[in-house]
C-alpha cells in the first residue's frame, strides 16, 4: 500500500508563493504519473496539473504560466510550486498517485488527504 502525504499549504497574501510537496511511501512501487487537484467550498474537485514520469507536464487554463508541476523520483515526491496566486486559488490541494507494483505489474491509484492554500489579504 501507498501512502501520499501532502505538506506547504497555509495562507498567503495575494501575489504570493507556496511550494506544496506529495511524498509517496511504501513497499517496491514505481510512479507512472502525478497529478494535483483541487476543492474549493462548494465545488467540484478540479485538476491543476499533471506530471509523467518521464518529465511530460500539463496545466489548467488557470494557472498555466503561474504553477510549476515537478518530480523528484530519487525522492518519489511531487511538488507544485505556486506563484501569483490569488484569492480564486483558495482551496484543498489533493495529489493524486498513479503507481505500479513491479512485482505483479497492477496499477493503482492514490489520493493524499489534502493541505489548505488560503489566498487572503
Known amino acids: 500500500q501507498v501512502q501520499l502525504v501532502e505538506s506547504g499549504g497555509g495562507l498567503v497574501q495575494p501575489g504570493g508563493s507556496l511550494r506544496l510537496s506529495c511524498a509517496a511511501s511504501g513497499r517496491m512501487f514505481s510512479i507512472n504519473a502525478m497529478e494535483w487537484y483541487r476543492q474549493a467550498p462548494g465545488n467540484q474537485r478540479e485538476w491543476v496539473a499533471s506530471?509523467?514520469?518521464?518529465?511530460?507536464?500539463n496545466y489548467a487554463d488557470s494557472v498555466k504560466g503561474r504553477f510549476i508541476i515537478s518530480l523528484d523520483r530519487a525522492k518519489n515526491t511531487v511538488y507544485l510550486q505556486m506563484d501569483s496566486l490569488k484569492p480564486e486559488d483558495t482551496a484543498v490541494y489533493y495529489c493524486k498517485g498513479g503507481i505500479t507494483y513491479p512485482a505483479n505489474g497492477r496499477s493503482y491509484i492514490y489520493w493524499g488527504q489534502g493541505t489548505q492554500v488560503t489566498v487572503s489579504s
Open positions: 506530471i509523467t514520469s518521464g518529465g511530460n507536464t
